[in-house]
Protein backbone atom coordinates (compact mmCIF):
# COMPACT_ATOMS: atom_id res chain seq x y z
CA UNK A 1 0.00 0.00 0.00
CA UNK A 2 1.17 3.50 -0.25
CA UNK A 3 1.66 6.09 2.13
CA UNK A 4 -1.28 7.58 2.27
CA UNK A 5 -3.15 4.12 2.18
CA UNK A 6 -1.77 3.28 4.99
CA UNK A 7 -2.30 6.46 7.09
CA UNK A 8 -6.26 5.73 5.75
CA UNK A 9 -6.11 2.19 7.40
CA UNK A 10 -4.52 3.59 10.67
CA UNK A 11 -6.95 6.44 10.79
CA UNK A 12 -9.61 3.99 10.25
CA UNK A 13 -8.89 1.66 13.09
CA UNK A 14 -8.10 -1.25 11.36
CA UNK A 15 -5.52 -1.82 13.23
CA UNK A 16 -6.07 -1.65 16.38
CA UNK A 17 -7.04 -4.55 17.53
CA UNK A 18 -3.34 -5.65 16.07
CA UNK A 19 -2.22 -3.08 18.34
CA UNK A 20 -4.04 -4.69 21.38
CA UNK A 21 -3.96 -8.73 20.86
CA UNK A 22 -0.17 -8.35 19.21
CA UNK A 23 1.58 -5.18 20.78
CA UNK A 24 -0.06 -5.14 24.10
CA UNK A 25 -1.19 -1.60 23.61
CA UNK A 26 -4.19 -1.29 26.25
CA UNK A 27 -7.23 0.40 24.86
CA UNK A 28 -6.46 4.01 26.59
CA UNK A 29 -3.11 4.28 24.80
CA UNK A 30 -4.24 3.08 21.13
CA UNK A 31 -5.14 6.58 20.20
CA UNK A 32 -1.67 7.38 21.24
CA UNK A 33 0.11 4.40 19.15
CA UNK A 34 -1.71 5.47 15.73
CA UNK A 35 -0.63 8.80 16.41
CA UNK A 36 3.06 7.58 16.11
CA UNK A 37 2.72 5.05 13.26
CA UNK A 38 0.90 8.11 11.45
CA UNK A 39 3.93 10.65 12.16
CA UNK A 40 6.07 7.13 11.19
CA UNK A 41 4.40 7.24 7.66
CA UNK A 42 4.88 11.21 7.28
CA UNK A 43 8.72 11.09 8.31
CA UNK A 44 8.53 8.36 5.51
CA UNK A 45 7.07 10.84 2.92
CA UNK A 46 8.80 13.34 3.45
CA UNK A 47 12.24 11.75 3.31
CA UNK A 48 11.37 8.84 0.76
CA UNK A 49 7.98 9.88 -1.29
CA UNK A 50 5.24 7.40 -1.67
CA UNK A 51 5.77 3.75 -1.90
CA UNK A 52 4.57 0.17 -1.54
CA UNK A 53 5.26 0.22 1.99
CA UNK A 54 4.43 -2.00 4.91
CA UNK A 55 4.40 -0.83 8.63
CA UNK A 56 6.35 -2.96 11.44
CA UNK A 57 6.97 -3.28 15.13
CA UNK A 58 9.51 -4.50 17.55
CA UNK A 59 9.09 -3.96 21.23
CA UNK A 60 11.64 -3.40 24.12
CA UNK A 61 12.09 -5.92 26.91
CA UNK A 62 12.88 -6.23 30.92
CA UNK A 63 14.33 -8.17 32.16
CA UNK A 64 12.45 -10.62 34.72
CA UNK A 65 14.71 -12.08 36.85
CA UNK A 66 18.22 -13.99 36.65
CA UNK A 67 20.03 -10.92 37.16
CA UNK A 68 23.89 -10.21 36.23
CA UNK A 69 23.33 -14.15 35.48
CA UNK A 70 24.04 -14.39 31.79
CA UNK A 71 27.49 -13.37 31.61
CA UNK A 72 28.55 -16.44 33.71
CA UNK A 73 26.44 -18.85 31.77
CA UNK A 74 23.19 -18.69 33.71
CA UNK A 75 19.17 -18.67 33.48
CA UNK A 76 17.14 -15.58 32.99
CA UNK A 77 13.35 -14.65 32.73
CA UNK A 78 12.95 -12.13 30.33
CA UNK A 79 9.49 -10.40 28.70
CA UNK A 80 8.74 -7.88 25.85
CA UNK A 81 6.99 -5.01 26.92
CA UNK A 82 4.32 -2.53 25.10
CA UNK A 83 6.59 0.21 24.25
CA UNK A 84 7.83 -0.27 20.75
CA UNK A 85 9.97 0.57 17.34
CA UNK A 86 7.66 0.92 14.95
CA UNK A 87 8.64 1.13 11.37
CA UNK A 88 7.56 2.43 7.55
CA UNK A 89 9.77 0.81 4.78
CA UNK A 90 9.97 -0.30 1.51
CA UNK A 91 12.00 -1.93 -1.21
CA UNK A 92 14.67 -0.04 -3.25
CA UNK A 93 16.55 -1.55 -6.02
CA UNK A 94 20.09 0.14 -5.58
CA UNK A 95 20.95 -2.41 -3.12
CA UNK A 96 21.29 0.88 -0.25
CA UNK A 97 19.66 1.35 2.59
CA UNK A 98 18.89 4.32 4.37
CA UNK A 99 17.33 4.42 7.91
CA UNK A 100 15.75 7.65 9.31
CA UNK A 101 14.89 7.23 12.94
CA UNK A 102 13.00 10.11 14.16
CA UNK A 103 15.10 12.83 16.31
CA UNK A 104 18.34 11.59 14.75
CA UNK A 105 20.44 11.72 11.52
CA UNK A 106 19.83 9.55 8.67
CA UNK A 107 21.95 6.39 8.02
CA UNK A 108 22.77 5.53 4.40
CA UNK A 109 24.54 2.07 4.20
CA UNK A 110 26.17 1.34 0.63
CA UNK A 111 25.74 -2.36 -0.23
CA UNK A 112 29.65 -3.28 0.16
CA UNK A 113 29.57 -2.08 3.84
CA UNK A 114 28.43 -5.90 4.74
CA UNK A 115 31.45 -7.50 3.03
CA UNK A 116 33.35 -7.32 6.23
CA UNK A 117 33.29 -5.36 9.69
CA UNK A 118 35.14 -1.65 9.41
CA UNK A 119 35.96 -0.64 12.78
CA UNK A 120 35.73 2.99 11.83
CA UNK A 121 32.27 2.16 12.12
CA UNK A 122 32.18 1.02 15.83
CA UNK A 123 29.51 2.10 17.93
CA UNK A 124 27.37 3.65 15.00
CA UNK A 125 23.95 2.47 14.14
CA UNK A 126 25.21 2.07 10.63
CA UNK A 127 26.93 -0.74 11.27
CA UNK A 128 24.70 -2.68 13.00
CA UNK A 129 22.48 -2.81 9.60
CA UNK A 130 25.56 -3.87 7.75
CA UNK A 131 25.93 -6.30 10.35
CA UNK A 132 22.45 -7.72 9.79
CA UNK A 133 22.92 -7.72 6.30
CA UNK A 134 26.04 -9.83 6.59
CA UNK A 135 23.96 -12.36 9.13
CA UNK A 136 20.94 -12.76 7.03
CA UNK A 137 24.00 -13.57 3.91
CA UNK A 138 25.67 -15.97 6.00
CA UNK A 139 22.65 -17.66 7.05
CA UNK A 140 21.38 -18.14 3.43
CA UNK A 141 18.79 -15.49 3.41
CA UNK A 142 18.54 -13.08 0.92
CA UNK A 143 18.76 -9.15 1.58
CA UNK A 144 18.60 -6.13 -0.53
CA UNK A 145 17.95 -2.34 -0.25
CA UNK A 146 15.27 -0.24 1.46
CA UNK A 147 13.99 2.55 2.65
CA UNK A 148 12.75 3.16 6.36
CA UNK A 149 11.93 6.08 8.77
CA UNK A 150 11.61 4.86 12.54
CA UNK A 151 9.58 5.92 15.43
CA UNK A 152 10.46 4.19 18.90
CA UNK A 153 9.40 4.80 22.30
CA UNK A 154 11.46 2.53 24.02
CA UNK A 155 13.06 4.88 26.41
CA UNK A 156 17.24 5.12 25.61
CA UNK A 157 19.03 4.58 28.90
CA UNK A 158 16.33 2.70 30.94
CA UNK A 159 17.07 -0.62 30.96
CA UNK A 160 14.50 -1.67 28.26
CA UNK A 161 16.77 -2.05 25.51
CA UNK A 162 16.02 0.61 22.91
CA UNK A 163 19.35 -0.63 20.93
CA UNK A 164 18.34 -4.60 20.87
CA UNK A 165 14.83 -3.83 19.66
CA UNK A 166 16.61 -1.26 16.91
CA UNK A 167 18.68 -4.09 15.84
CA UNK A 168 16.09 -7.08 15.78
CA UNK A 169 13.73 -4.39 13.61
CA UNK A 170 16.32 -4.59 10.62
CA UNK A 171 16.23 -8.23 10.84
CA UNK A 172 12.40 -8.24 10.67
CA UNK A 173 12.82 -5.65 7.98
CA UNK A 174 14.59 -7.84 5.68
CA UNK A 175 12.67 -10.79 7.28
CA UNK A 176 9.49 -9.51 5.48
CA UNK A 177 10.43 -7.44 2.33
CA UNK A 178 13.05 -9.90 1.25
CA UNK A 179 12.32 -13.40 3.11
CA UNK A 180 8.33 -13.46 2.90
CA UNK A 181 8.71 -13.09 6.87
CA UNK A 182 10.07 -17.11 6.96
CA UNK A 183 13.10 -16.48 9.25
CA UNK A 184 11.83 -17.20 12.77
CA UNK A 185 12.26 -14.78 15.22
CA UNK A 186 14.80 -16.36 17.54
CA UNK A 187 17.00 -16.82 14.66
CA UNK A 188 16.81 -13.06 13.96
CA UNK A 189 17.36 -12.27 17.69
CA UNK A 190 21.23 -14.31 17.26
CA UNK A 191 21.88 -12.27 13.89
CA UNK A 192 20.72 -9.44 16.14
CA UNK A 193 23.36 -10.43 18.62
CA UNK A 194 26.21 -11.50 15.81
CA UNK A 195 25.54 -7.69 14.18
CA UNK A 196 26.80 -6.32 17.84
CA UNK A 197 29.48 -8.26 18.71
CA UNK A 198 31.32 -8.16 15.19
CA UNK A 199 30.20 -5.15 13.56
CA UNK A 200 29.10 -2.61 16.25
CA UNK A 201 31.94 -4.09 18.39
CA UNK A 202 29.88 -4.66 21.88
CA UNK A 203 30.20 -7.72 23.49
CA UNK A 204 26.89 -8.36 24.18
CA UNK A 205 24.73 -11.53 25.52
CA UNK A 206 21.45 -12.86 24.00
CA UNK A 207 18.84 -11.91 26.36
CA UNK A 208 17.83 -8.67 25.16
CA UNK A 209 17.76 -9.65 21.54
CA UNK A 210 15.61 -12.81 22.19
CA UNK A 211 13.06 -11.31 24.25
CA UNK A 212 12.54 -8.77 21.84
CA UNK A 213 12.66 -10.64 19.04
CA UNK A 214 10.21 -13.46 20.29
CA UNK A 215 7.63 -11.39 22.35
CA UNK A 216 5.86 -12.84 25.62
CA UNK A 217 7.60 -14.12 28.63
CA UNK A 218 10.85 -16.02 27.86
CA UNK A 219 13.31 -18.11 29.69
CA UNK A 220 16.80 -18.51 28.58
CA UNK A 221 19.31 -21.29 29.65
CA UNK A 222 23.05 -20.21 28.83
CA UNK A 223 24.66 -23.28 30.06
CA UNK A 224 25.78 -23.78 26.33
CA UNK A 225 26.48 -20.21 25.15
CA UNK A 226 26.75 -20.84 21.84
CA UNK A 227 23.28 -22.76 21.55
CA UNK A 228 21.28 -21.25 24.15
CA UNK A 229 18.04 -22.49 25.29
CA UNK A 230 14.87 -20.94 24.77
CA UNK A 231 11.24 -21.22 25.51
CA UNK A 232 8.66 -19.33 25.26
CA UNK A 233 6.18 -19.16 28.59
CA UNK A 234 2.71 -18.95 28.62
CA UNK A 235 1.85 -17.10 30.78
CA UNK A 236 -0.38 -13.78 30.63
CA UNK A 237 0.15 -11.12 33.25
CA UNK A 238 -2.57 -8.76 32.16
CA UNK A 239 -4.90 -11.46 31.95
CA UNK A 240 -3.64 -12.19 36.13
CA UNK A 241 -4.59 -8.58 36.83
CA UNK A 242 -1.28 -6.70 36.99
CA UNK A 243 1.01 -4.68 35.28
CA UNK A 244 4.82 -4.17 35.25
CA UNK A 245 5.43 -0.47 36.11
CA UNK A 246 8.93 0.68 35.34
CA UNK A 247 10.04 3.58 37.30
CA UNK A 248 13.08 6.08 35.88
CA UNK A 249 15.23 7.38 38.87
CA UNK A 250 16.84 9.82 36.85
CA UNK A 251 20.40 8.28 38.12
CA UNK A 252 23.37 9.47 36.62
CA UNK A 253 24.67 6.97 34.66
CA UNK A 254 28.32 8.45 34.10
CA UNK A 255 30.96 6.74 34.94
CA UNK A 256 29.52 3.20 35.85
CA UNK A 257 31.06 1.20 33.02
CA UNK A 258 33.78 0.26 36.22
CA UNK A 259 30.79 -0.89 38.43
CA UNK A 260 29.29 -2.88 35.52
CA UNK A 261 32.07 -4.67 34.29
CA UNK A 262 33.46 -5.44 38.30
CA UNK A 263 30.28 -7.53 37.84
CA UNK A 264 31.24 -10.46 35.60
CA UNK A 265 35.13 -10.12 36.45
CA UNK A 266 34.65 -10.67 40.06
CA UNK A 267 32.15 -13.71 39.45
CA UNK A 268 35.04 -14.70 37.00
CA UNK A 269 37.55 -14.75 39.36
CA UNK A 270 36.01 -16.91 41.88
CA UNK A 271 35.42 -19.47 39.14
CA UNK A 272 39.20 -19.14 37.67
CA UNK A 273 40.23 -20.07 41.45
CA UNK A 274 38.05 -23.11 41.79
CA UNK A 275 39.78 -24.14 37.99
CA UNK A 276 36.17 -23.21 36.29
CA UNK A 277 35.60 -20.87 34.03
CA UNK A 278 32.57 -19.47 34.65
CA UNK A 279 30.42 -19.61 38.10
CA UNK A 280 27.79 -22.03 36.30
CA UNK A 281 30.67 -24.96 35.79
CA UNK A 282 30.79 -24.65 39.80
CA UNK A 283 28.23 -24.86 43.30
CA UNK A 284 27.79 -23.36 46.14
CA UNK A 285 28.76 -26.19 48.13
CA UNK A 286 32.48 -26.00 46.29
CA UNK A 287 32.09 -22.22 47.06
CA UNK A 288 31.26 -22.26 50.98
CA UNK A 289 34.43 -24.89 51.09
CA UNK A 290 36.92 -22.92 49.62
CA UNK A 291 35.43 -19.65 51.61
CA UNK A 292 38.70 -18.59 53.62
CA UNK A 293 41.08 -19.17 50.42
CA UNK A 294 38.30 -17.31 47.88
CA UNK A 295 38.13 -14.67 50.41
CA UNK A 296 41.74 -14.03 50.58
CA UNK A 297 42.60 -14.00 46.67
CA UNK A 298 39.51 -12.31 45.23
CA UNK A 299 38.12 -10.62 48.25
CA UNK A 300 34.43 -10.64 50.23
CA UNK A 301 32.36 -8.83 47.79
CA UNK A 302 33.40 -11.46 45.31
CA UNK A 303 32.11 -14.28 47.24
CA UNK A 304 29.26 -12.68 48.19
CA UNK A 305 28.28 -12.13 44.17
CA UNK A 306 29.11 -15.65 43.37
CA UNK A 307 27.09 -17.01 46.32
CA UNK A 308 24.37 -14.40 44.42
CA UNK A 309 24.88 -16.18 41.10
CA UNK A 310 24.39 -19.70 42.37
CA UNK A 311 21.16 -18.77 44.00
CA UNK A 312 19.65 -16.81 41.50
CA UNK A 313 20.40 -19.05 39.00
CA UNK A 314 18.38 -21.76 40.85
CA UNK A 315 15.29 -18.96 42.07
CA UNK A 316 15.01 -18.69 38.17
CA UNK A 317 14.59 -22.72 37.48
CA UNK A 318 11.69 -22.61 40.27
CA UNK A 319 10.51 -19.52 39.08
CA UNK A 320 9.77 -20.24 35.58
CA UNK A 321 7.70 -23.55 37.23
CA UNK A 322 5.91 -21.12 39.38
CA UNK A 323 4.65 -19.18 35.97
CA UNK A 324 4.15 -22.74 34.05
CA UNK A 325 2.24 -23.87 36.96
CA UNK A 326 -0.56 -20.23 36.92
CA UNK A 327 1.30 -19.64 40.51
CA UNK A 328 1.93 -16.34 40.56
CA UNK A 329 2.42 -15.62 44.41
CA UNK A 330 5.32 -17.81 43.71
CA UNK A 331 6.60 -16.55 40.99
CA UNK A 332 6.75 -12.75 42.66
CA UNK A 333 8.72 -15.16 46.09
CA UNK A 334 10.87 -15.21 43.51
CA UNK A 335 11.15 -11.80 42.62
CA UNK A 336 11.15 -10.51 45.60
CA UNK A 337 14.27 -12.91 46.68
CA UNK A 338 15.89 -11.59 43.73
CA UNK A 339 15.92 -7.98 44.36
CA UNK A 340 16.70 -8.82 47.85
CA UNK A 341 19.71 -11.03 46.86
CA UNK A 342 20.74 -8.18 44.25
CA UNK A 343 20.78 -5.34 47.04
CA UNK A 344 22.44 -7.66 49.65
CA UNK A 345 24.59 -9.91 48.18
CA UNK A 346 25.14 -8.77 44.34
CA UNK A 347 25.48 -5.01 45.38
CA UNK A 348 23.99 -3.38 42.34
CA UNK A 349 22.00 -1.17 43.75
CA UNK A 350 23.83 1.97 44.23
CA UNK A 351 27.65 3.13 43.45
CA UNK A 352 30.24 3.23 46.06
CA UNK A 353 31.78 6.26 43.96
CA UNK A 354 28.70 8.27 44.91
CA UNK A 355 26.87 6.93 48.08
CA UNK A 356 25.30 10.29 48.72
CA UNK A 357 23.07 9.35 45.29
CA UNK A 358 20.83 6.38 45.75
CA UNK A 359 17.84 6.84 43.73
CA UNK A 360 17.60 2.93 43.15
CA UNK A 361 17.34 2.17 46.74
CA UNK A 362 14.60 5.17 47.64
CA UNK A 363 12.25 4.02 44.93
CA UNK A 364 13.01 0.53 46.18
CA UNK A 365 12.18 1.94 49.67
CA UNK A 366 9.13 3.62 48.18
CA UNK A 367 7.58 1.09 46.51
CA UNK A 368 7.60 -1.12 50.04
CA UNK A 369 6.28 1.53 51.91
CA UNK A 370 2.99 2.04 49.68
CA UNK A 371 1.72 -1.51 50.39
CA UNK A 372 0.42 -1.42 47.14
CA UNK A 373 3.04 -4.10 45.20
CA UNK A 374 3.03 -7.18 45.77
CA UNK A 375 6.74 -7.74 44.08
CA UNK A 376 9.93 -5.34 43.15
CA UNK A 377 13.26 -5.22 42.69
CA UNK A 378 16.18 -3.39 40.81
CA UNK A 379 15.76 -3.23 36.83
CA UNK A 380 18.66 -4.41 34.43
CA UNK A 381 21.67 -3.74 35.16
CA UNK A 382 21.57 -1.52 37.98
CA UNK A 383 23.78 1.21 39.98
CA UNK A 384 21.84 3.88 38.54
CA UNK A 385 18.40 4.05 36.15
CA UNK A 386 15.25 1.76 37.14
CA UNK A 387 13.14 -0.64 39.29
CA UNK A 388 10.56 -2.47 38.27
CA UNK A 389 7.37 -3.38 40.38
CA UNK A 390 4.67 -5.86 39.56
CA UNK A 391 1.12 -3.80 40.40
CA UNK A 392 -2.14 -4.56 40.45
CA UNK A 393 -3.82 -2.90 37.30
CA UNK A 394 -6.76 -1.71 39.16
CA UNK A 395 -4.22 -0.04 41.38
CA UNK A 396 -1.82 0.93 38.73
CA UNK A 397 -2.48 5.17 38.72
CA UNK A 398 -2.48 5.20 42.58
CA UNK A 399 1.05 3.31 42.79
CA UNK A 400 1.91 5.95 39.75
CA UNK A 401 1.14 8.79 41.59
CA UNK A 402 3.19 8.00 44.83
CA UNK A 403 5.97 7.11 42.82
CA UNK A 404 5.84 10.31 41.13
CA UNK A 405 5.63 12.50 44.16
CA UNK A 406 9.11 11.86 44.71
CA UNK A 407 10.64 11.66 41.37
CA UNK A 408 8.55 14.00 39.46
CA UNK A 409 6.31 13.74 36.43
CA UNK A 410 6.51 11.25 33.80
CA UNK A 411 8.65 9.28 35.44
CA UNK A 412 6.53 5.88 35.82
CA UNK A 413 5.93 3.88 32.76
CA UNK A 414 2.47 1.33 33.29
CA UNK A 415 3.51 -1.43 30.95
CA UNK A 416 1.89 -4.75 29.90
CA UNK A 417 3.83 -7.59 28.72
CA UNK A 418 3.48 -7.48 24.66
CA UNK A 419 2.36 -11.41 23.50
CA UNK A 420 4.44 -11.28 20.23
CA UNK A 421 7.60 -10.04 19.51
CA UNK A 422 9.23 -9.08 15.95
CA UNK A 423 6.17 -8.51 13.41
CA UNK A 424 4.69 -6.42 10.47
CA UNK A 425 1.60 -4.96 10.83
CA UNK A 426 0.51 -3.88 7.70
Known sequence: ??????????????????????????????????????????????????????????????????????????????????????????????????????????????????????????????????????????????????????????????????????????????????????????????????????????????????ACAVGGFITIDFADPANPQIEKLDFDLSGAGYALCITDTGGNHADLNEDYASVPAEMKAVAAKLGKSVLRETTRGEVMQNIVMLRESCGDRAVLRALHFLAENERVAAQVDALKAGDIEGFFAGVLASGNSSFRYLQNVYTTKNVAEQGLSLALCMTEASGIAPAWRVHGGGFAGTIQAFVPAARASEYVQHMQSVFGDGSVYVLRVRPEGAIKLA
Open 1 to 210: MTVNELKKLVTSGALDADFAARCGIDDGRIPAQRERAIRCADLFAEMYGEGEVSLLSVGGRSEISGNHTDHNHGRVIAASISLDVLAVAAKREDGVVRVKSEGFPEDVVDPAACTAPDSAKFFKSEAIIAGMQRAFLDAGYKIGGFDAATTSNVLKGSGLSSSAAFEVMIGNILNYLYNDGKVSNVEIAKMAQFAENKFFGKPCGLMDQT
